[in-house]
């Protein structure tokens, strides 16, 4: 696809009245490109909740957790869920869903 498509294709998408808001999934164990921060900022520019999800923390030692994290921040999140495999994990992930699901 290319990315011409893949962007009309997202407008077309992010203007749905239905759309509350976006669950965007992101595996911080590697640095994010220039591609992956402009998509970010288009999404941010989208006027929709973003609920911003790290995904794979339970494959993370302490150290690329905190990395992840600084890597989060860099890119301008200061708000993110963590998802490992705990049932704690994923009530507060479907919490802020439903959250922005009623908006």
Do not use: C, N, P, Q
């Given at each position: 696809m290319?990315?011409?498509?893949?962007s009309k294709m997202m407008e077309g998408y992010l203007k749905e009245p239905s759309l509350k808001?976006?669950?965007?999934?992101l595996d911080l164990r590697r640095d994010?490109?220039?591609d992956?921060?402009?998509f970010l900022d288009y999404l941010?520019?989208?006027k929709r909740p973003l609920i911003a999800i790290l995904t794979k923390v339970d494959q993370m030692n302490q150290k690329e957790l905190s990395?992840?994290?600084k890597r989060a921040e860099a890119a301008g999140l200061t708000q993110y869920l963590l998802s490992d495999l705990s049932s704690k994990?994923?009530?507060k992930i479907r919490a802020a869903i439903s959250a922005n699901a009623k908006g």
């Open positions: 290319s990315t011409i498509h893949f808001a976006i669950v965007l999934l994010m490109g220039k992956d921060l402009a941010r520019g989208s990395l992840a994290k994990s994923l009530e």
